[in-house]
């Protein structure tokens, strides 16, 4: 029953190589998020999707792209990979419609550890 | 850049009641004071959020002053559980403002 997972835990690769992270969520909520937690313990949101269309793009490099199938699901995937991008990854979900007390309130996955050697 | 400030560690006894400060002197009229832990190696975990009045669930109460300048978290009980970092985040609703934007947060531990 948990309401955000990420695949894989942990993901260990080679420089250059191209990988994904999978993102999906059971709480009906229509917007996704992904973050980046870096060796320093800073979070920092990369992007969100609401309703399949991106929203926000922080100035991360487009070797990064989220791809949404559906509303439960958002996949990060990364291209030629450098050793700056190692990092924990977040994926997190909101509703953002409607006038419910506890809308937009993000909830998180448990995270997924890449290393890039 | 956050828009809040917290003190980066405080210490709490074991089933003493945990208050975690934030200055957020700069917060707007439609910003809300969100607080999220991250517990180690997890992902952050809700806590409450409130505009102006003060609020309280299952796991916390938060304060908010009525100059909306400041707010208290109060865990009424730690448990060693609740060691964790502390953030204090304000955000306004929906849209692309309702980022959220990660301070430093307040590291608290929880001590028998």
């Known amino acids: 029953d948990t309401a955000v997972s990420q695949t894989p835990k942990y993901l260990v690769t080679q420089m250059g190589n191209d990988k994904s992270i999978k993102c999906e969520q059971n709480l009906g909520h229509d917007t996704m998020y992904w973050y980046k937690q870096d060796s320093k313990k800073f979070l920092k949101i990369m992007f969100s999707?609401?309703?399949?269309?991106?929203?926000i793009n922080e100035t991360v490099p487009n070797r990064f792209s989220p791809k949404s199938p559906d509303k439960a699901h958002l996949n990060l995937h990364i291209n030629s990979l450098e050793l700056g991008d190692s990092a924990v990854y977040f994926c997190?979900?909101?509703?953002?419609?409607?006038?419910?007390?506890?809308?937009?309130?993000?909830?998180f996955g448990p995270g997924t550890r890449l290393t890039v050697l | 850049d956050a828009k809040t400030t917290q003190p980066p560690s405080m210490d709490c006894a074991e089933g003493r009641a945990a208050n975690l400060p934030c200055n957020h002197s700069t917060i707007s009229g439609n910003e809300y004071v969100y607080w999220y832990r991250q517990i180690h190696s997890q992902g952050p975990q809700y806590i409450i959020h409130g505009l102006k009045n003060n609020e309280t669930n299952e796991m916390a109460s938060l304060i908010i002053t009525e100059d909306r300048k400041s707010s208290t978290l109060i865990l009424p009980h730690a448990t060693l559980r609740d060691t964790a970092v502390y953030y204090c985040?304000?955000?306004?609703?929906?849209?692309?403002?309702?980022?959220?934007?990660f301070g430093k947060g307040t590291k608290l531990s929880v001590k028998p």
């Open positions: 999707y609401n309703n399949k269309e991106l929203i």
């Open positions: 997190a979900s909101s509703l953002t419609s409607g006038r419910a007390r506890r809308a937009d309130t993000q909830y």
């Open positions: 985040i304000v955000r306004a609703y929906g849209g692309s403002q309702g980022n959220l934007i």
